[in-house]
């Protein structure tokens, strides 16, 4: 069926069609056409010129570039320039104190996690880092070690323990660590009320650079998808869903601070997480633990629970 905007797109373009070598379509544009359209694109980035910050220069110009880049190689439509104005707009909307729609685009289009791997350069042994997530709150509650993060939280306890060491092997005494995760009904605690802190909290390693605490066994959960993104989810056939994970961010005078997420191994969304945060070397073990097993702290847990180990490696800073 031949839609409105194919057709406009064909009186644009006439000509074949075809295909390079990555399979990025192309459509034959003519020489005067072409010329018309980089003299615009020369034009926009000359306004620049005048700026002052070099930095902020050099990003405006190189997004001007390669957003006429997309328009042109796709030869975009006004309806459907419309309909992503429309898309951000509702964005916009929908975005407030709790909820941050434009990283969620972000994430389900790859940039936050390349963002990562552009700011984490792999370094030595040091543990790798992954998307931040729209759900972190800076007033988390404190534990000692050996504390329940869940906070009464619903889900399967889940007994955390490690390491924070540096990149030569010294343990980093006092180092902070950020946890934070979704209940067992796929929910982070703002998503009930702003206000709401449970399963999350932070802590300090010991002398000798261990910590530990119970959490909960990480499930998957959708993304929010009643907005903007999951109807563009829904649109090009995937799926909102993200790989069971538990977050961690590790900072410590002297290293780079780590923000990253540990995922259980034979999650059967794995490496389809809707926002492409699955590293091989995060997916750790939870050792499921049955009814009655002695826990770690001599805990009473009526019902099964897990336990991982996760030993984390700080790069220095600024590297």
């Not at 995760?181 to 929910?187: I, K």
């Not at 794995?270 to 049955?290: C, N």
Request: proline share 6%; glycine share 8%.
């Amino acid at each position: 069926m031949t839609t409105a905007a194919s057709k406009q797109r064909a009186q644009v373009n006439p000509g074949t069609a075809g295909a390079d070598a990555r399979g990025t379509i192309f459509r034959e544009v003519s020489p005067e056409q072409q010329a018309v359209e980089q003299q615009l694109v020369d034009h926009v980035v000359a306004s620049f010129e005048a700026c002052e910050d070099p930095r902020l220069k050099e990003l405006m110009v190189a997004l001007v570039k390669h957003l006429h880049s997309f328009i042109r190689e796709v030869r975009l439509t006004e309806e459907e320039w419309g309909t992503a104005i429309d898309f951000l707009t509702k964005a916009g909307h929908i975005t407030d104190d709790v909820r941050q729609e434009f990283i969620l685009l972000s994430d389900t289009l790859g940039a936050s996690m390349q963002t990562i791997n552009v700011n984490n350069a792999a370094y030595a042994d040091a543990t790798e880092a992954t998307v931040f997530g729209p759900f972190f709150v800076e007033d988390s509650p404190a534990i000692d070690n050996g504390g329940d993060m869940a906070f009464e939280a619903p889900g399967e306890p889940c007994w955390v323990e490690g390491t924070v060491t540096d990149t030569d092997g010294n343990r980093l005494a006092g180092a902070r660590i950020e946890v934070w995760e979704a209940d067992e009904t796929g929910l982070y605690d703002v998503q009930y009320d702003a206000g709401k802190r449970a399963a999350r909290a932070h802590l300090f390693t010991e002398a000798d650079g261990s910590y530990r605490f119970w959490g909960l066994t990480p499930t998957p959960y959708p993304i929010p998808n009643d907005g903007p993104v999951g109807r563009m989810l829904d649109a090009v056939g995937r799926s909102p869903l993200r790989a069971s994970h538990l977050h961690f961010m590790v900072s410590h005078e002297g290293a780079r601070t780590l923000v990253t997420h540990i995922f259980p191994e034979g999650d059967p969304i794995g490496w389809k997480d809707t926002v492409f945060g699955v590293k091989q070397s995060l997916i750790k073990r939870f050792e499921p633990q049955a009814a009655g097993t002695p826990t770690p702290d001599g805990r009473v847990i009526d019902g099964t629970w897990s336990r991982v180990r996760f030993d984390i490696v700080l790069a220095p800073a600024g590297v």
